[in-house]
């Protein structure tokens, strides 16, 4: 094996994948671009999802939770006031203190309220834990990784937050963006614009247009933020032209687009549904171009539009190539991806195919600094480990900043180094952390040779051949360059 | 994955090194003489300059080897006399107490049967029980639990599997079931590893260098300047994160200890504490190792309090993987030795005394021209605690749990 090989394929899996497992480099070291491209004709769907809700039963469920507690809540309260106040009487006769039978009885309702709710466990949480151990084992177990890379890269381009929506963040990623994440950016823009998890999270649940069924009575009305954050964030890319009154016609295109609530209809609640009497009537102008489709037509062939904007092109393909190759990308590459967008209808798997095939991609040193999240995944790999628990991991990935499926705000994660270098002393706490775990089951030497493939500098070499236990070089090569840059 | 200051909810991920049996029954043979033995051992990684620790005062030779890095009953910071020869480094106020106690006792020039310099390797020597390195999976003190008789395993509440990997050190690795227990504290990265990784990054990362020296300031705010002078030697400076090393060991030992208390609980336990490789500015009698030692001197106050009764049916073993060179190196640090301490401590020992032979400090008397030459083969110190503590016979000792040493006896008279 010619060492560049061998290096094409050690650069494949830290800058392509979801780093180096063991025995993984001399599997692809034949052919690394070719084995990368061979990883996105295989479906993404995750056999381990099978037995998780879907978004809509999650929220349900919750939603289901929710209601149960305010009813023993309020049950509880009510109790304890009647034996509160019967308590105060019987003192009363009994010539006791002078009663405050109005405050006390207030007081204890309160406080049996509080017991009785608390008592109704939350089914959120554990859903989300479920969730993550799926996505983060399905990155453990992948032979490279790149699809999942994209299927994140995706997530976080298109984020929601558990923070507002804890039940359906992780069906949210497995219903809207791993089928699309490989196919035509136009189904993948519909499908997330339309999930209820979106539509939640970015306020357009009760949207309604100033003339609207709902509308015309109410003070309420337009929420201009999923149709802002649409152009702004996953289309067209802040500042390509669009103005204030398009995000205010958008808006008014996007009325309606809510979801079925859970309490009505224990069958489709929590799914997407269109509601006419939120909906602003009448044809709209958006960049210039009048929209007179009926119903949920209309903001579908606004979408279509948007997907299919030159500056949609350009935005997704500087995104990605920052992502992947470096935090200023080469503008050739960049426009490599943005053409190969252009000319194929947003052909995702086509854009990702143009990138590894990219000189650029493979000639650049390592200067992306992996995120917490990736550099997590990878250091598990590395040790040969593919099950993880998930409350452990996500404790970890916060601790770092970077929370499983809770960014700051809908942008997302941010993706340069700036952002991230300064979390270096933390990193190194919890790489001593793990690397006390692993110590017992991994070896640096073994990780050296049979993961890293060698390709590692002399230095890192020589620091963990001196190291004073197995957990202090694990701990090293975990946070040496060679491990975090890519 | 771990990960430090958290919520209670990050408690989950925070493993500590430690390790305990899920075992409740006293040894058969113990229980018949009324005795309910515990033995913990800790593990101090990274080898233990044995003569930083407890030096040989009365050694003619002693303070020509290590000079101004020399312990001394008469220095500036008194070594503590434990007899006419030897004394102990003064950070370890608490051991001196229980060594007067007849409650601890110190065997020198003690080493494993390994001679190579390797930490690794080392460590899987002392902690497998197997003469050679190689491949184990596991300790010699989880061999004696199952070659002891018990009267049945249960299980208590709080074994489970672990998410990520095991967290159990070597020595209680194997076929009798680990219990494992999360301390409330994240041991953060030590003060040497950062240097290390500092050094590192100095030689193949400029951008990342320039942060983890700023991390490592901001750690060591109220430090003087100069601090990040790996060659300071400043009495005055205490090294960022000691305190919550400190912590860490004292939160770990009693841990431990509270566990081994319990009628029902484990009697066999082990730990590791990191930290011992002191290559630069060993700093043995107000520097690095001081603190460390102070360190370790607070967990065994811990276990002692932690302990209750149970004190009295305890023995505390404290190991590392071979010594440190005799002289002090060109970074007043010391090298990867062989010969060096172990600390025995507890309330079941026959303690207050020095276990040594001393082999002497000349260049003719040191293994190699270069360390304390390894006297008592520390398998013997090892086999004589199993033996007359927990009562396992020679058969055994000599062959599943040490295999091999046959021709190393057990060490009498250390408890009892």
């Known amino acids: ?486 | 994955m771990s990960f430090a200051n958290h919520l209670p909810t990050r408690r989950e991920m925070l493993i500590g090194s430690g390790a305990l049996f899920a075992w409740t029954q006293m040894p058969k043979i113990a229980r018949a003489e009324g005795r309910d033995p515990r033995l913990l051992v800790i593990i101090l990684r990274g080898a233990l300059d044995g003569l930083g620790a407890v030096a040989p005062v009365g050694d003619p030779d002693w303070v020509g080897l290590r000079g101004e890095s020399a312990l001394l009953l008469d220095g500036k910071t008194p070594a503590l006399p434990l007899d006419s020869f030897f004394a102990l480094n003064p950070a370890m106020p608490n051991l001196y107490r229980l060594y007067k106690k007849q409650q601890a006792l110190v065997v020198h020039g003690t080493a494993t049967p390994y001679r190579e310099r390797s930490h690794f390797d080392g460590q899987d020597v002392l902690e497998s029980g197997i003469s050679k390195p190689g491949a184990v999976s596991t300790g010699w003190l989880n061999r004696a639990l199952v070659a002891m008789e018990s009267g049945g395993r249960v299980d208590p509440a709080g074994s489970r599997v672990l998410g990520v990997g095991a967290v159990t050190p070597l020595v209680v690795r194997g076929a009798a079931p680990v219990m494992s227990w999360v301390p409330q504290k994240l041991l953060p990265a030590s003060a040497d590893t950062q240097g290390r990784l500092l050094d590192l990054y100095q030689h193949t990362d400029p951008k990342l260098a320039v942060v983890l020296q700023a991390r490592m300031r901001l750690a060591a705010l109220g430090g003087l300047p100069g601090m990040s002078d790996p060659m300071s030697e400043d009495p005055t400076f205490a090294p960022p994160g000691i305190a919550r090393v400190r912590a860490y060991f004292a939160e770990a030992a009693a841990t431990a200890a509270r566990y081994l208390a319990r009628p029902d609980g484990p009697r066999v336990g082990a730990m590791g504490f990191v930290g011992w490789d002191t290559h630069i500015a060993e700093g043995a009698i107000t520097g690095q190792l001081a603190n460390l030692l102070g360190a370790l001197d607070g967990a065994f106050a811990a276990v002692e309090t932690n302990m209750g009764e149970a004190w009295n049916e305890t023995v505390v073993a404290v190991v590392t993987e071979f010594g440190r060179t005799a002289r002090i190196n060109g970074t007043n640090g010391t090298d990867h030795g062989t010969g060096t301490v172990a600390f025995l401590a507890g309330g079941a020992l026959r303690g207050g005394r020095v276990v040594a032979d001393w082999p002497g400090l000349k260049p003719g008397q040191l293994f190699e021209d270069r360390d304390l030459k390894p006297t008592i083969d520390l398998r013997a110190v090892l086999k004589g605690i199993l033996k007359d503590h927990l009562r396992l016979e020679d058969r055994v000792l000599a062959s599943a749990i040490f295999p091999d040493s046959a021709d190393v006896k057990p060490m009498t008279g250390l408890v009892g």
């Open chain 1, 1 to 486: 094996m010619s060492s560049s090989a061998k290096g094409d394929a050690v650069l494949a899996l830290h800058r392509f994948g979801m780093g180096p497992r063991p025995g993984s480099i001399a599997a692809i070291a034949s052919d690394p671009r070719g084995a990368l491209i061979a990883e996105l004709d295989r479906p993404l769907t995750l056999a381990a999802a099978e037995g998780l809700p879907s978004s809509a039963k999650a929220y349900r469920t919750v939603a289901d939770a929710n209601a149960r507690r305010t009813a023993k809540a309020k049950q509880a309260q009510q109790q304890a006031k009647k034996q509160q106040v019967a308590t105060a009487g019987t003192a009363m006769v009994e010539g006791a203190s002078e009663p405050q039978s109005d405050k006390q009885a207030q007081d204890a309702g309160d406080m049996a309220a509080k017991k009785a709710a608390d008592a109704v466990p939350d089914p959120g949480r554990p859903i989300y834990l479920q969730e993550a151990k799926v996505r983060i084992e399905a990155a453990l177990n992948a032979e490279i990784g790149f699809a999942e890379r994209l299927v994140w890269f995706w997530s976080n381009h298109f984020c929601i937050s558990a923070n507002r929506i804890q039940s359906m963040s992780g069906a949210y990623e497995r219903e809207s963006i791993r089928p699309n994440a490989l196919g035509l950016f136009v189904d993948l823009l519909q499908a997330v614009e339309m999930h209820p998890a979106m539509l939640f999270y970015l306020d357009n649940l009760a949207s309604m247009g100033a003339n609207s069924i709902a509308g015309i009575n109410r003070s309420r009305g337009l929420n201009e933020n999923l149709a802002r954050e649409t152009l702004e964030l996953h289309t067209l890319g802040v500042r390509t032209g669009y103005t204030q009154d398009d995000v205010i016609s958008f808006s008014n295109v996007l009325t309606g687009w809510t979801l079925v609530p859970p309490g009505d209809n224990p069958e489709h609640g929590g799914e997407f549904t269109f509601n006419p009497r939120l909906h602003e009537p009448g044809g709209q102008t958006v960049l210039g171009k009048l929209y007179d489709q009926e119903g949920v037509e209309q903001g579908r062939a606004v979408l279509r539009d948007l997907a299919a904007h030159p500056a949609t092109a350009t935005h997704v393909a500087n995104k990605l190539a920052c992502h992947f190759i470096a935090d200023t990308p080469p503008p050739a590459l960049v426009e490599l991806m943005a053409r190969t967008f252009r000319d194929t209808e947003g052909n995702l798997k086509e854009v990702a195919k143009a990138m590894v095939s990219s000189e650029d991609s493979w000639s650049l040193p390592a200067t992306k600094l992996k995120r917490p999240s990736e550099w997590g995944v990878a250091m598990v790999r590395s040790t040969g480990i593919t099950q993880i628990d998930p409350t452990r991991f996500t404790a970890g990935q916060e601790l770092l900043g970077e929370p499983l499926w809770r960014p700051p705000s809908p942008k997302g994660y941010p993706d340069d180094e700036a952002s991230w270098i300064d979390g270096i002393g933390r990193r190194l706490d919890i790489a001593n952390n793990f690397a006390e775990r692993a110590a017992a089951t991994a070896d640096p030497h073994d990780i050296i040779e049979n993961v890293m493939g060698s390709s590692i500098s002399p230095e890192v070499r020589q620091a963990v051949d001196r190291a004073e236990s197995r957990q202090q070089a694990l701990a090293l090569l975990f946070m040496s360059a060679d491990f975090q840059r890519r």
